[in-house]
């Protein structure tokens, strides 16, 4: 009773206020979003220095120098989370491939007979995917995509058809550069910097699996730097967007509508796992595939390894940074250069080497004949040397580690659990038994011959145990052996 006592005009402001808040709350959610605003700076206390106000953005880490031969790319200002928005724009600069080739089989072949019968002939063929980076008809692929093809066709995302040609391959990082005849206006893709892209950026993948043409799969950046055994220069993005065969040579996008990756592999027996070659890897050998049609790399002529923590510890390193020397080759440019065996190449061009597979990378980005500055770490000092690169050409396989001598009577050696002899050679000591307990197994295999115990020379099998003798407990052997025509470093912990 207390309540209808009170007079009714005591209540419509309230009614009023619940109705406009009510109103203000759907109206925010109906409106679009507005930036956030940026608060203003403090103000700085008295007599210290202020810096200079400037209106120029913050710049982004600097990439290869290529220029791209884009003319009409397919731009986006800012990030976007509408995928299907951005799906229909980016639609006009992905293509579909087909490529047959004829393969002939003889059914007699292997015969004693030599039958005049002709075998069958059978057209098989295969699909994939790629983009477009200009927009006169330059086609982006894998290499495998178009390995042997006798006849090329590109479809657009308007249907169209065009007959290809490939112009440029490159096998080491599996790439294609393809010309479409008679194309002209095409939308081109704007390639962006894969150095940038962060583990858990998102990611959105266009391609071709399993000919339906034009898939859009969406997922996370879920590593960088992969090493899968694919090539001399893996260094890929795994990602879990959704990779199929058919996807192989398209492209895959940041949320920019940016090209960061082309996707090249995928895991046979895994879920959801697939890897593309970075795009700033593209961008550097670009423009030798489309002016000559290969690509030209530099090479320094050293064997490296990766370095472990006790490798670190027995070079008197602090962290175990850099690819360990452990070869070579004569006359090389490292060679030349003066580097020797046991060095770590910490740096190209003031660049760090963190791995011993950033290695080649750095050095392939060069051309031969180019002047590179090469750091060294050798007997606890920093040394900076400069190599011209030779040519890279395919280097042959080694030769296989000589077999077991018949020389009766292996010396063993009670620090490391070998069994050791003098080297055939007259200069080391060969390891003929390895103990499946020992500090060294699975790192010295039977045939390799020690040439160097803690950077002294080992001329037989006694100055071997002789220099195994004194290590104390907790201290590291290094050993440098040479295994066929190989050398290489091998850290053993004494315990």
């Not at 080649?360 to 011209?388: N, Y």
Request: contains cysteine; proline residues 10%.
């Amino acid at each position: 009773m207390e309540a209808t006592s009170k007079p009714w005009t005591g209540k419509a402001p309230r009614r009023l206020a619940w109705w406009a808040l009510a109103g203000t709350l759907l109206a925010g959610c109906m409106a679009p979003a507005k930036a956030p605003q940026t608060p203003p700076p403090a103000e700085a206390p008295a007599g210290s220095a202020t810096p200079a106000p400037t209106d120029a953005p913050p710049q982004p880490p600097p990439v290869s120098t290529f220029v791209a031969p884009l003319a009409n790319p397919v731009t986006i200002q800012t990030p976007v989370t509408d995928v299907a928005g951005l799906a229909q724009r980016l639609m006009p600069t992905v293509v579909n491939i087909t490529t047959s080739h004829i393969s002939r089989s003889n059914p007699h072949e292997g015969l004693p007979f030599g039958l005049p019968f002709r075998g069958s002939e059978r057209r098989s063929k295969s699909l994939g995917t790629g983009f477009i980076v200009d927009p006169t008809g330059l086609i982006v692929t894998n290499a495998h995509v178009v390995a042997g093809a006798d006849d090329i066709r590109v479809r657009l995302a308007d249907d169209r058809e065009f007959d290809a040609k490939v112009i440029g391959k490159d096998t080491k990082l599996d790439l294609a550069l393809l010309k479409l005849e008679n194309a002209s206006g095409l939308a081109a893709a704007v390639m962006g910097d894969s150095d940038s892209l962060r583990v858990g950026d998102w990611v959105v993948a266009i391609g071709n699996p399993f000919g339906l043409g034009h898939t859009v799969t969406i997922g996370i950046t879920s590593a960088k730097g992969r090493s899968i055994g694919a090539g001399p220069y893996d260094d890929f993005i795994q990602t879990d967007a959704s990779i199929n065969p058919g996807n192989s040579g398209g492209p895959l996008f940041n949320l920019k509508g940016e090209v960061v990756g082309i996707p090249t592999a995928i895991r046979q027996n895994a879920q959801g796992i697939g890897f593309a070659v970075p795009v700033n890897a593209l961008k550097e050998v670009l423009p030798q595939l489309r002016d000559k049609g290969s690509v030209s790399r530099g090479k320094l002529g050293v064997r490296i390894q990766p370095l472990t923590g006790e490798l670190a510890q027995g070079l008197g390193l602090e962290k175990p940074r850099g690819a360990l020397v452990s070869n070579v080759e004569p006359n090389s440019a490292s060679a030349k250069a003066g580097v020797q065996p046991g060095d770590v190449i910490t740096h190209v061009n003031g660049l760090v080497v963190n791995h011993a597979d950033d290695l080649p990378r750095m050095v392939a980005r060069h051309q031969p004949g180019t002047r590179i500055k090469i750091t060294v770490f050798r007997g606890g000092k920093a040394f900076q040397l400069d190599a011209v690169l030779d040519p890279l050409l395919d280097d042959p396989e080694d030769d296989p580690a000589p077999s077991g001598s018949s020389k009766p009577g292996p010396e063993p050696s009670s620090r490391l659990g070998i069994q050791i002899d003098d080297a055939p050679s007259g200069n080391g000591a060969r390891v003929r038994v390895i103990s499946p307990t020992s500090l060294a197994a699975g790192q010295l295999l039977p045939g390799d011959i020690i040439v160097e115990i803690n950077k002294q020379p080992v001329r037989n099998s006694a100055e071997a145990m002789k220099r195994t003798e004194n290590v104390a407990p907790g201290q590291v052997l290094l050993l440098k052996i040479r295994r066929g025509t190989d050398h290489r470093f091998i850290a053993i912990k004494v315990k």
